[in-house]
């Protein structure tokens, strides 16, 4: 073979496998492993995994919470370790209490789901300073305005008491959101230790919505939007869901008016709110921008001369 | 046997109007996906 090219392969063979290993976990042997994570005595630290993967769960039996040797205060170190670095929104649940060791990120308990006077959908969420309950869905709102956030893959916290992760757990994980104009639960925030991936033939697409992980098309990392077919969200994250049991769910026309983005309101302990930075409209999706011929290329302008073109509303002839 | 002339079928030029299709793989948007189709945090 040739020599530069094994080592072309060797180099992006070892860059794979490089960007796989989470560097933060002890060179040692872990105390214990079990789905989605690994135990280390050494420096008291659980590290839970929250990535992309299909087969990604958190299963935490007896034998893992009888493993992990707490210190005199009940207290160990967490890290969950994260695929896609934090953007400025994003959700999170987890088996245990626990507070974040960065001053970067800041969690909010969401209690209510309105629509304002003008018709926008409305999450209120209140700011749960510090401190995050065991099995409840929270917003996890980070600073990205600051250089020393905008990296964060490891989220460290302090925690206590570790609760079981079983088949039975994921009914624990619904949050019912009150909504004061219909006085009816109408929508949920529901965590998951499992990952879930939303394909075309899925029964709650078109219900379900979230925060963006990554840049995609018109959607920022961290907003809050509609999910489509194909969306994902790994392990020990949340998802807005509507549960179809108000005046909106009885049509198929009132389906289609569930709402393409969503504002979300932060109360602050103080009384303030704020809306979040990103709580603009995503854009409407316009599903033919422009003209392209028949091979599918994109055309810079309207064509003049003859022949059939895919345009906005009709084939030009 | 007789011979029959033959005629070239006639063609016919059709005005149409159609609504929008996009052919696969032409557009921006990954195909059946018009709203976040990616990872979420």
């Known amino acids: ?317 | 046997m007789e011979k029959k002339e033959y005629e070239a079928p006639k063609m016919e030029i059709v005005d149409f109007e159609a609504q929008a299709c996009l052919l696969a793989g032409s557009g921006e948007e990954p195909e059946g996906c018009d709203d976040y189709c990616d990872e979420l945090g």
């Open chain 1, 1 to 317: 073979m040739n020599g530069k090219v094994l080592t072309a392969a060797t180099v992006a063979a070892l860059s794979c496998l490089v960007s796989t290993v989470w560097a933060e976990r002890p060179s040692e042997d872990a105390t214990c492993e079990f789905p989605g994570g690994a135990y280390y005595k050494s420096n008291n630290t659980l590290y839970l995994e929250s990535v992309n993967d299909e087969n990604a769960r958190i299963e935490i039996l007896d034998t893992t919470k009888s493993c992990i040797d707490v210190n005199s205060s009940g207290e160990f170190n967490l890290v969950v370790e994260r695929s896609t670095k934090l953007a400025t929104n994003s959700t999170i649940v987890l088996p245990m209490n626990y507070s974040p060791k960065s001053s970067c990120i800041e969690l909010y308990d969401p209690y209510a789901f309105t629509t304002n006077d003008e018709g926008v959908w409305n999450v209120f969420a209140s700011n749960a300073p510090g401190n995050g309950v065991a099995h409840r869905a929270l917003l996890m709102i980070t600073d990205t305005q600051r250089k020393e956030c905008q990296d964060i893959k490891e989220i460290e916290f302090t925690a206590s008491g570790l609760q079981l992760v079983n088949e039975h757990t994921q009914a624990q994980l619904e949050r019912e959101l009150h909504n004061p104009k219909s006085g009816a639960n109408d929508w949920a925030l529901e965590g998951s230790y499992n990952f879930i991936r939303w394909d075309k033939d899925h029964a709650d697409l078109g219900k379900v919505y979230g925060y963006a992980a990554k840049d995609k098309n018109k959607v920022q990392a961290g907003h809050f939007t509609k999910v489509g077919a194909g969306a994902y969200i790994p392990p020990m994250r949340a998802y807005l869901k509507y549960r179809g049991q108000t005046p909106l769910a009885k049509s198929v026309e009132s389906i289609v008016e569930l709402p393409e983005t969503i504002d979300v309101t932060l109360v602050e302990e103080d009384g303030t709110t704020r809306l979040a930075r990103w709580n603009t409209v995503t854009g409407e999706m316009v599903k033919v921008n422009g003209w392209y011929d028949l091979k599918g290329r994109k055309l810079n302008s309207k064509p003049q001369n003859k022949g059939m073109f895919i345009g906005n509303t009709n084939i030009q002839k």
